[in-house]
């Protein structure tokens, strides 16, 4: 429905994919743009303890049902070791300090998965390693577990680094089967991951609700020990504490077993919600055999459309003479909405789309109002007022505040609308159209709008957008605003394919951290997307012998277009963002100055501020003297035209205020619907929906609109009162990138000292201090929405 079409194609223009952060919560992760779209392409950002227990996707197509508030990931880490001969002219101090990490303990076995290496064994580890790996890994940290809580004492060295040492022994082993379980797919890989999964699953449950772990944390805060652990200590103790107390490990009686009975209903109750807009979309087939049924969509989806009716029977079906079949998914629907010039096709789709899993077998709307009964009495269990007040517990924002940023950004984005729409509605009537614009018409005339105002198309952009020139780009960029050199390091670590690179970070000539990057789609074995995770974080308390820390390394994933020939990897601009933004992400893993691993890089950041630096590093790549240091032809070296640049930037805020308010209005209603919404009281959720549109929608919802049936998100995913994160992130990097240009972007000078404060305090703290202060330490102030709505080119709404 509304949010269908727009505001996907931007946010599938932007964004990464995926980013695996790992950390102690649940919070795991963003999925940006993927959220619209396909589980492919989502973002997520997976936290380092996490990995095990909640390797979610929140994406509205995602059918990993979430794990249970709260529980704990004390998974992280690997280790950085040179598993492999250095590379020929590797400098004799480094190939020392790889040998000196490399020996940390001796290779487990000979099964290659559970080696203790930094730089996992990827050319060694087969699918036939994952079973007994990952069965034997289980055992022992069973038994760990056991020993721990038979003789767990509230101290730092007791408690917190016994854990440490757990959670990154079981992130190493199971990170690298879920990375490959992404990069390198296969029948054998999949059953073995699907035969494991649930005893992975059951040692993170066991931990997060370990009721001696719980009182040896409580020992601790309670205890003499407390005022000596400095302030990064007591940070970690306390989400500890927190997200033991939200998973119900500190209820007892009663109150425990109804606790535990709502979990167990709300698990099942998110599966079968997804699973309903699952057999929903898949429910709806459109098979079209004239050609002009399906003029206007382009070759790619009448491939696609061709492919899939082949699939179902239709066999010799090709994109040039059909059939052709439509389906609900969205890379089929998305098309049709945006280019199909049959009108009645648009809107029969359009129809379909949002009334998805709202009726019949697959009906949500009583698991809807079942799911928000069992938060609410979840959260007065724990005390709080609402499941918004107990979902935001763990976040950067309180209630309050996130719904002030919403209604700042609401009232600059409404007039923007406005105009949008009567603009559209201008556009299509001097084409002939006749009447006003449905919701089946919006994308479909905006669309066109935007190809007669830009006219910019992807293939016109790319010769500038060279994979090799623009890393190129990026790095210098780290290095201006960071002090970091990038070099290839290739050879000096196995890979799981030829095409991934190996590269390592050095801060004033020593390496600080290491990362892969697999840039290209290989969709027989790889997963759509981008996505950053960790291999293993910077730890002190698993440095190698002789060395102060354990150094960072990441994975960056990518799905562009492969080099053909001597033509290099030629990226689109949104290409470059999804590059710009998991660097993002992956900076802040690497440059952390956090020793403590349960709070290094990006663990053990608040959900709603793990965006910063990744959205942060997309402004870079509109920004002109970066974009001119890579944009260059790949054949003649020429410069990107100044008038492809000036198209480029003008097309950037096309709608924006549309944009916006669409995802303001899932805000509101997600917050609305958990913080003061009663089931049962005669008003029903779509009430609250068309409530909600009255004030934050320019076009009010069809009366049949039943969008809130496929809202993953927030009933089977984990943004549940949480979907206000993406603007809240979005706020706090553009107000950062807003500090570069008060500076002066042109003033060298000034752009360094703004980017080394930003490496000291956002990418060195990371979890280590609460994300507030952290804004507040590189700003010098609170937050504030201006620079986001000035960036969307909506200042002229917002209040004075
Ligand atoms: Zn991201």
């Not at 001696?212 to 970690?236: C, D, H, M, N, V």
């Not at 309050?400 to 009567?422: C, I, M, S």
């Not at 020139?469 to 990038?486: T, Y």
Request: glycine share 6%; charged share 20%; net charge negative.
């Amino acid at each position: 429905m509304h949010f269908a079409v727009s505001r996907t194609a931007r946010l599938l223009s932007k964004r990464c994919a995926r980013i695996q952060v790992s950390s102690r919560t649940l919070s795991t992760l963003q999925s940006r743009r993927a959220s619209f779209t396909s589980q492919s392409s989502s973002d997520s950002v997976q936290q380092p303890l996490s990995s095990l227990s909640r390797r979610i996707t929140y994406s509205p197509f995602a059918t990993v049902p979430p794990v249970a508030f709260g529980a704990k990931r004390y998974f992280s880490y690997s280790r950085i070791t040179m598993s492999t001969a250095a590379a020929p002219g590797t400098p004799p101090a480094e190939t020392a300090q790889a040998e000196q990490q490399q020996q940390a303990e001796a290779p487990a076995g000979d099964n290659p998965l559970l080696a203790d290496v930094s730089f996992p064994l990827f050319d060694r580890i087969t699918p036939a390693h994952v079973v007994p790996g990952v069965r034997q890994l289980l055992a022992e940290l069973h038994a760990e577990v056991d020993s721990l809580e038979g003789r767990v004492e509230g101290s730092w060295g007791g408690l917190v680094e016994p854990l440490e040492r757990l959670g990154d022994r079981h992130q190493r082993v199971w990170g690298i089967v879920s990375h490959l379980k992404g990069v390198k797919d296969s029948p054998e890989l999949r059953a073995a991951v699907e035969e494991v999964q649930p005893e992975n699953v059951k040692l993170s449950l066991r931990l997060s609700q370990s009721r001696p772990l719980y009182q040896a944390f409580k020992a601790l805060r309670e205890g003499p020990e407390w005022t000596s652990l400095t302030p990064a200590q007591q940070r970690i103790v306390d989400n500890e504490l927190r997200d033991f107390v939200l998973g119900g490990v500190a209820l007892e009686g009663e109150a425990k077993e109804r606790f535990n009975a709502i979990q167990q209903e709300l698990t099942q109750l998110a599966t079968k919600f997804s699973n309903n807009v699952l057999d929903a979309t898949k429910a709806f087939k459109k098979l079209l055999t004239d050609p002009a049924d399906v003029a206007g969509l382009p070759a790619t989806s009448l491939g696609l459309a061709a492919q899939q009716a082949a699939r179902e029977g239709h066999a010799g079906a090709t994109a040039e003479a059909g059939p052709w079949l439509i389906t609900l998914d969205f890379p089929s629907y998305f098309p049709v909405m945006t280019h199909a010039k049959n009108r009645a096709l648009r809107e029969e789709v359009y129809r379909a789309y949002i009334t998805r899993a709202s009726s019949g077998e697959s009906d949500n709307a009583p698991l809807m109002e079942r799911i928000l009964a069992l938060r609410a009495e979840k959260a007065q269990l724990l005390g709080f007022p609402s499941f918004a007040h107990l979902s935001l517990a763990s976040k950067m924002a309180t209630l309050d505040k996130a719904e002030a940023l919403l209604e700042e950004l609401r009232a600059a984005a409404q007039p923007a609308a406005l105009q949008d729409k009567a603009e559209v509605q201008e556009y299509a009537n001097s084409q002939g159209f006749e009447g006003q614009l449905e919701w089946w018409d919006m994308s479909f005339w905006a669309e066109r709008l935007r190809e007669a105002k830009y006219n910019i198309s992807d293939e016109e952009l790319r010769p500038y957008f060279a994979l090799p020139n623009v890393l190129q780009g990026l790095f210098q960029l780290a290095q201006r605003l960071f002090g970091v050199e990038v070099q290839a390091a290739d050879g000096e670590a196995p890979v799981w394919h030829p095409d991934v690179r190996f590269f390592k970070v050095l801060r004033d000539g020593q390496p600080k951290a290491y990362f892969y990057l697999d840039p290209y789609s290989r969709p027989a074995e790889k997963r759509g997307g981008a996505w950053m995770a960790e291999v293993v974080g910077q730890s002190r308390l698993l440095a190698p012998p002789g060395a102060a820390v354990r150094l960072p390394v990441a994975h960056m994933v990518c799905n562009q277009m492969e080099p053909v020939g001597s033509k290099p990897s030629l990226m689109t601009f949104s290409e470059v963002e999804t590059l710009f933004h998991e660097f993002g992400h992956a900076l802040q893993h690497m440059l952390t100055e956090v020793g403590y691993g349960m709070a290094s890089g990006i663990r053990n950041i608040e959900w709603d501020a793990v965006e910063l630096p990744s959205q942060f590093m997309e402004n870079w790549a509109y920004d002109r003297a970066t974009l001119y240091s890579f944009a260059k032809h790949y054949e003649t070296g020429a410069p990107l035209p100044e008038e492809l640049y000036q198209r480029l930037k003008a097309a950037k805020n096309y709608r924006s205020g549309t944009q916006m308010l669409r995802q303001l209005h899932f805000s509101c209603v997600d917050l609305e619907l958990h913080a003061r919404f009663k089931p049962g009281q005669g008003r029903s959720p779509f009430d609250v929906d068309r409530e909600v549109a009255a004030r934050t929608l320019v076009m009010q919802p069809l009366p049949e609109d039943r969008f809130l049936c496929s809202f993953m998100h927030i009933f089977s995913g984990g943004y549940s009162a949480g979907y206000y994160s993406y603007k809240w992130a979005e706020v706090l990097s553009a107000d950062a990138f807003n500090a570069f240009e008060e500076a002066g972007l042109e003033d060298e000078e000034a752009v360094r000292a703004t980017g080394a404060r930003f490496r000291d305090t956002v990418l060195a703290l990371g979890g280590s201090v609460a994300p507030a202060e952290v804004f507040r330490a590189f700003r010098g102030r609170e937050p504030s929405t201006r620079p986001l709505l000035l960036h969307n080119g909506l200042l002229a709404g917002a209040a004075a």
